[in-house]
């Protein structure tokens, strides 16, 4: 029995695959390590999907190689997105790691991690369109809430991202195997189920009777008992229809809270981006979705300095926010990756981009300052995360909020709570933007 340890980076559908790995490896007879240190293999499940995510990986493989080099862990295994991109340059730029795996063949990682163990170098590349081989996970979420990935791959090929490359098709689970490991995660104590693919809207299109099967696989979620609140990421803008919005609305166990990722509002950018509809299209969709979906919280991801975007399509930018108030909105600079056709586009420098994508964050801010001052004197539905011992003060999150991307509630309270317990928390303040507030008895 070996010792293995392992790093997850990068996006959370990465996550579930790193935990499908933590259980393969427990169901062969090696042990898991909670740490690195002092483990026989490290596997380092990696994100390459724009520079800053490639950095990162490349950080931690050597960081975990000046411990390989004091003794303190054995063999290091790469796996995930940014060896699929760079199958042949990681070992040879980077010779202390001795094994690499894409993103077609983490499936095989006991089989590497014994062939690395008996001393020979592992660099296995299988075929990034196959269908998704079904596994058990080890959570590695806190015990109320887990991720749930329904499809791998995308189809959609917007001309800046390079997922397809490393992902292949868009390939959706069946819905009785969601719908198993959705119940195991249930009766393990998930309380909150975040439904996650590269794009979740489509779910079901790419099977033969081509029907959009989302709506369907929430209503089946929803009957789960244990389960309260159902998160959705990932819908594209035009995938959208009627009777998704229906279930939404419609049932209470889904959290009013959709991620959208739109990445820009000016139709010529859209068009050069391969990405469907235009500015217009998703003013409609988004009035449209708060009209049907009370209470609504919507999260997008926006791209800035693409190429093509002048001073007049990034002030229209700015206005569609500035209009639209959406409540959660990420912003990133535009990174060329090499094999995409944007990457072959003259585009504004770095530092414009860079600026751009600051100046989107500060009219963000001000839209999340009205938001939460809107909060205040409000009596909120919060699950609880934890505790903070520096802090000395329990925090949680509203439906309004997913883990890990947006804020918290601190919760001043005289009794002990317990993580993944729901209760009623009076909002009367905020602080360095998040909400604060006490707890009542009150049941909402």
């Known amino acids: 029995m070996a010792k293995i340890g392992f790093i997850s980076l990068g996006c959370a559908k ?6 499908r790995m933590m259980y393969r490896v427990a169901e062969a007879g090696h042990e898991v390590s909670p740490g690195i240190e002092g ?30 080099e004091m003794g303190s862990v054995g063999k ?27 993103t077609g063949s983490y499936t095989e990682v006991v089989p590497a991690i014994e062939a690395l163990l008996s001393g020979e170098t592992v660099s ?21 809430y887990a991720y749930i990935k329904i499809a791998e791959g995308c189809d959609n090929r917007c001309a800046y991202c390079v997922i397809p490359y490393l992902r292949g098709k868009f390939r959706s689970r069946q819905m009785d195997d969601v719908l198993y490991e959705a119940r195991l995660l249930a009766s393990s104590g998930v309380k909150e189920l975040i439904v996650v693919a590269q794009d979740t809207s489509r779910y079901g299109t790419d099977f033969p009777e081509h029907q959009r099967l989302l709506p369907e696989l929430l209503r089946q979620l929803c009957e789960i008992e244990e389960l309260e609140w159902i ?21 209470p166990k889904i959290v009013k809270y959709l991620d959208i990722p739109i990445q820009h509002c000016n139709s010529k950018i859209l068009k050069l981006m391969n990405r469907r509809g235009d500015g217009e299209y998703l003013k409609q969709l988004f009035k449209k979705l708060r009209q049907r979906i009370p209470g609504l919280v919507l999260r997008t991801s926006i791209i800035t300095g693409l190429p093509g975007e002048g001073e007049a399509e990034f002030e229209e930018l700015c206005l ?18 090499e094999g995409t056709p944007a990457a072959e586009m003259e585009f504004p420098d770095h530092e414009v981009a860079q600026s751009r994508a600051a100046m989107v964050e500060t009219i963000q801010s001000r839209i999340m300052d009205d938001y939460n001052e809107a909060m205040i004197g409000k009596t909120l539905r919060v699950l609880v995360d934890g505790y903070d011992q520096e802090n000395e003060q329990y925090f949680g999150r509203t439906y309004a909020d997913s883990p890990e991307i947006d804020g918290r509630v601190w919760i001043a309270c005289d009794e002990d709570l317990r993580e993944g317990e729901f209760v009623t928390v009076c909002v009367d303040g905020l602080v360095e933007g998040d909400l604060s507030g006490y707890l009542v008895e009150e049941e909402i």
């Open 39 to 68: 483990c026989d293999v490290v596997v380092i499940n990696t994100c390459g999907f724009i520079d800053s995510a490639k950095s990162e990986a490349i950080d931690y493989i050597l960081l975990t190689a000046q411990l390989k």
């Open 231 to 251: 998160r959705i990421h990932y819908l594209y803008p035009d995938e959208i229809d009627d009777e998704l919005i229906d279930v939404i609305a419609a049932q």
């Open 320 to 337: 569609f926010l500035k209009e639209m108030r959406l409540e959660r909105v990420g912003a990133f600079p535009f990174s060329p990756e």
């Open 14 to 19: 990465n996550q579930v695959d790193c935990e």
């Open 76 to 102: 290091i295994l790469v796996t995930g997105c940014l060896s699929q991109r760079y199958q042949e340059q990681i070992m040879q730029e980077l010779p202390e790691v001795d094994g690499v795996l894409g």
């Open 124 to 144: 296995e590349f299988g075929s990034i369109d196959a269908p998704e081989q079904e596994t058990g996970r080890i959570v590695t979420t806190p015990e109320h």
